[in-house]
């Protein structure tokens, strides 16, 4: 809906930023809604649904918190995608495989918590990636990147192989205190 004063450039930035919050947490959103319902039938109709109602709605979304607004979209959209899984299956009763309403709801938090987990977890992990050097940041992801490996590196480098997997061990270890030490301090603070 929009509001008698927004300019089409107003509705078309309103738009630009609501498809880049769409977008970055697409998977997450969707991870939520799989785990609202019985089986797969039916997410990606209600992602559709959610997407379209998140967009009807989307010039009364207010963040709740400043220093991540990104997060209180995804909590906002959760909530919305609750209610249209509620709907579809609402209009599916008929079929075997449909939860009731209060099993939903007990879904909807625990999905609710683990996707908000997995968004701090890759938050943490990419903070922890960006205290490493470009060369530290290449060598443990190479690890997990197709076409690299620790063997073209080190065959590049003219280091050893073995030398390269054991410096990748300890980047490792480093990135995975580092994530620890980050998620504490987020859940002493939140």
């Known amino acids: ?19 880049v919050l769409l977008a970055k947490h697409d998977l997450p959103l969707r991870r939520y809604v799989r785990a609202l319902m019985p089986s797969p039938d039916g997410v990606d ?4 649904e959610t997407a379209l109602e998140c967009w009807k709605k989307y010039s009364d979304f207010q963040p709740i918190d400043s220093q991540e607004p990104s997060e209180d979209f995804l909590r906002w ?3 919305i995608a609750r209610f249209k899984a509620l709907s579809w299956q609402r209009d599916r009763s008929r ?32 903070a922890c990636l960006q205290e490493l050097s470009v060369e530290q940041r ?12 620790v063997a073209r590196i080190a065959r590049e480098t003219g280091q050893q192989t073995r030398r390269l997997y054991h410096r990748v061990n300890a980047l490792r270890d480093r990135l995975l205190k580092c994530v620890e030490q980050r998620l504490a301090g987020e859940a002493a603070d939140g």
Request: charge should be negative.
């Open 1 to 19: 809906m929009n509001r008698p004063n927004d300019s089409p450039k107003d509705r078309e930035q309103q738009y630009d930023e609501f498809v």
């Open 45 to 48: 109709d209600v992602l559709q």
């Open 77 to 79: 959209a959760c909530v």
């Open 95 to 126: 079929d075997r495989l449909v939860f009731r309403e209060s099993v939903i709801e007990l879904l909807s938090s625990d999905a609710l918590r683990t996707v908000l987990g997995h968004e701090e977890e890759r938050r943490a992990v990419s």
């Open 138 to 149: 290449r060598l443990v992801l190479s690890v997990h990147s197709p076409g690299e490996s």
